[in-house]
């Protein structure tokens, strides 16, 4: 029924004349069937479309968060803070979509403890609910690990920015993702050989310059596969050692100074570490990783850009190196 003989239909009830309007909030208002019978519903209205009557490729919700449950490797629950979002395509012919039914459906799972294989099956409501050829889905949330320190034996949470992200097609096929933020220690060759150098034939005290860095690693995961957000902390960690540290005494600063001096790097160096360490994991599709060095030299930082390769897969165009800002 459209929306204009919804109207019609409940003056005539309430005798062919308008209620006067208040401005005042009435508490006591009670819904009745009828009366929520008789809401528009501009998604059904006559209205012509507006604009290019041309197909959507995304159209959906942003960064509407609600407390999401993920299981860590070890088997424990954690509660996270979780922004979605979730967009379908709209074909041509159709005005728009009915957004609130994306939310819902993240509210009917609100108990579940969330996978990436748990998004197919969301996947699938989203298309039959809204009658979308593709839909897609995003979840984002900080994940602690706790990190035992380098010398002192003490320990501190450290936080990962983490995504999930589901794509399913018009073809049935789902591919599932998860982006992965790292953040590290980098000191430069370049300087450390310079500083080395006025030591040596100069006397002068020199201290090489290196920075907080960060890599954003964004991997596909093979059908069947089971990949943990710990197994990629592990892959990072294990290319670029100099993780920063969350607890530290005296003791773990000389570590980490040390550790940095074993473990020079530039941002290429960086890139192809990581490269080597997800090239290996066989349940690793396709990865792009992107590296951002915050120079302490320059007023600019230094980037890198790096994929697996596979034909028609990532393709190294990231550019956002904003989000990288530690």
């Avoid at 953040?183 to 310059?209: F, K, M, T």
């Avoid at 290196?210 to 069947?224: D, I, L, P, T, Y």
């Amino acid at each position: 029924m459209k929306s204009n003989t919804k109207k019609t239909m409940y003056l005539h009830r309430m005798g062919g004349v308008a209620p006067r309007l208040e401005r005042a909030y009435d508490a006591k208002f009670k819904l009745t069937p009828a009366y929520k019978e008789s809401l528009p519903d501009m998604m059904e209205a006559e209205d012509a479309i507006q604009g290019a009557a041309v197909p959507i490729q995304q159209v959906g919700v942003s960064n509407f968060k609600l407390p999401l449950k993920f299981k860590t490797k070890a088997g424990e629950v954690h509660t996270l803070e979780t922004s979605v979002t979730g967009s379908v395509s709209l074909e041509a012919s159709l005005k728009g979509i009915n957004m609130s039914r994306i939310v819902r459906s993240f509210y009917e799972h609100q108990d579940d403890v969330f996978t990436l294989d748990l998004l197919r099956r969301i996947l699938v409501k989203y298309q039959r609910k809204v009658e979308a050829l593709n839909a897609r889905i995003k979840l984002s949330f900080s994940y602690p690990m706790l990190q035992p320190s380098l010398r002192s034996g003490l320990e501190g949470w450290q936080y990962y920015q983490v995504s999930f992200e589901g794509l399913m097609g018009a073809d049935g096929v789902f591919r599932k993702f998860i982006e992965f933020d790292f953040v590290y220690s980098s000191a430069c060759p370049c300087s450390a050989e310079l500083s080395e150098h006025a030591r040596d034939v100069r006397g002068a005290y020199a201290i090489p310059h290196n920075q907080r860095s960060k890599a954003r690693v964004r991997v596909e995961v093979a059908k069947g596969k089971r990949l943990t957000i710990e197994d990629l902390q592990q892959h990072c960690a294990n290319a670029l050692k100099t993780e920063t540290q969350v607890m530290v005494k005296r003791e773990d600063e000389q570590a980490f100074a040390e550790l940095n001096g074993a473990h020079i790097k530039f941002v290429e160096d960086a890139a192809r570490l990581i490269y080597a360490e997800l090239a290996g994991d066989k349940r690793i599709v396709d990865f792009e990783v992107a590296c951002s060095h915050l120079e302490s030299l320059h007023s600019h930082d230094a980037v890198s850009v790096i994929c697996k390769g596979v034909p028609g897969g990532m393709s190294a165009d990231f550019m956002n190196f904003r989000d990288l800002v530690c």
